[in-house]
Every structure is written in structure tokens, then in C-alpha cells.
T-cell receptor, first 112, second 114 residues
């Protein structure tokens, strides 16, 4: 559960949808997570998905999981300037004990 | 419900010194994990404590240590500081034990080693 890949940057215009993609390698991962980090702050848990689900929707957030391809995406509808932050994908590698494996993060910039 | 509290928020030390960081988990949470975040390495897992026992450990030298108290509060210690230890140290708590371990993070302690 050590290889989680994300693109580093994404820029969108306010009101558009944002899609942040992530790939992971550990097929034993049972849960996958999206965290948000704003400047000078810790990580905020946005949402998570169980590995036997394909999709999860939570207000403006939609998570899609393709377990066969080990691909996870986070869609943010009607993106706002307040959504500008770094978004981290993480997986639990099939076990937990406090350890999640994080990607390097995607810097989302929302232009007015 | 109060979140995860980390103190101090900022810390400046010199090489060779030691430092202790503190973390108070969310009330009722019994697991505390520590992560190091740097621009170069990203988020790296240090260790995890549950019921005062270290259950999991990342790949860090022995200079990095931690402990957990009976009230679930945790401290981590770094001895003989090196320049490369400059980082944001994040603490996370969770209810544990559970397969779906949702970690809730504090704001971190920004450590600068000069």
C-alpha cells in the first residue's frame, strides 16, 4: 500500500466541475479516502468509500471507484474559490492501525 | 466536540537539541497516529498508539519516539535534531480498532530546525 499517485496541479474556473484523479496499487485496500488541506492547516477528511462500492455522493462531492483499474476520482460540482486547497487521496492498504498511505496531493486552484 | 489539538503550533530549535510535541485526541478516541509532512517526501507515517501501546511504526530512525498516556493524549519526541527534521508534524486520532479507520487530523506543529 505504498504507491498512491495523483497529478500535482489542477486549475478550474469558478462554477465549473473539478475532477481530481488518483491511482493506487494495493488491491487489498478496503477503504479509500479524500482529504483536503488548506494553507497552514491540517488535513480535513472530506469523504471515503468502501472498496465494494462504485460511487458515493455527498452534496457537491462525488467519489468514483474503479477497483479493477485501481482508480479513484473526486468530482467537486460547482467549484468555488473556497475549494482552492490541496487534495490528498489515501488508502488503508487492507489494514489500519493508524496508517494510511497518501498520495502527494493535487493543488486545486479555482479562478473567479 | 473539540477536534484534535496539537501544541505548540510553531517551534524553532537548533541542531542537536531535542523536542517534544503534544497531541490531545478527540474525546472518546483511543488511537493516536503521527505523521511527518515535508514538501519533498509528502506525508509519512511515524507511529500509532492505542491503549498506551505502540501498535504500528513507520520507517524512521530511533531518534523519533512517542508515547501515549492513559487519557489517550500522546507525545512524540525527536532527539538530536537534524536540519532534515524540519517539517509539519501532524497528529491524527480515530476511534479504533476498526477496519474503516477514519483519521481526524489536528492542525499540526510546524518544526523548524536551524
Amino acid at each position: 500500500g505504498e504507491d498512491v499517485e495523483q497529478s500535482l496541479f489542477l486549475s478550474v474556473r469558478e462554477g465549473d466541475s473539478s475532477v481530481i484523479n488518483c491511482t493506487y496499487t494495493d488491491s487489498s485496500s478496503t477503504y479509500l479516502y479524500w482529504y483536503k488541506q488548506e494553507p497552514g492547516a491540517g488535513l480535513q477528511l472530506l469523504t471515503y468509500i468502501f472498496s465494494n462500492m462504485d460511487m458515493k455522493q455527498d452534496q457537491r462531492l462525488t467519489v468514483l471507484l474503479n477497483k479493477k483499474d485501481k482508480h479513484l476520482s473526486l468530482r467537486i460540482a460547482d467549484t468555488q474559490t473556497g475549494d482552492s486547497a490541496i487534495y490528498f487521496c489515501a488508502e488503508n492498504g487492507g489494514s489500519t492501525l493508524g496508517r494510511l498511505y497518501f498520495g502527494r496531493g493535487t493543488q486545486l486552484t479555482v479562478w473567479p | 466536540k473539540a477536534g484534535v489539538t496539537q501544541t505548540p503550533r510553531y517551534l524553532i530549535k537548533t541542531r542537536g537539541q531535542q523536542v517534544t510535541l503534544s497531541c490531545s485526541p478527540i474525546s472518546g478516541h483511543r488511537s493516536v497516529s503521527w505523521y511527518q509532512q515535508t514538501p519533498g517526501q509528502g506525508l509519512q507515517f511515524l507511529f500509532e498508539y492505542f491503549s498506551e501501546t505502540q501498535r504500528n511504526k513507520g520507517n524512521f530512525p530511533g531518534r523519533f519516539s512517542g508515547r501515549q498516556f492513559s487519557n489517550s493524549r500522546s507525545e512524540m519526541n525527536v532527539s538530536t535534531l537534524e536540519l532534515g527534521d524540519s517539517a509539519l508534524y501532524l497528529c491524527a486520532s480515530s476511534l479504533a480498532p476498526d477496519v474503516n479507520e477514519k483519521l481526524f487530523f489536528g492542525s499540526g506543529t510546524q518544526l523548524s530546525v536551524l
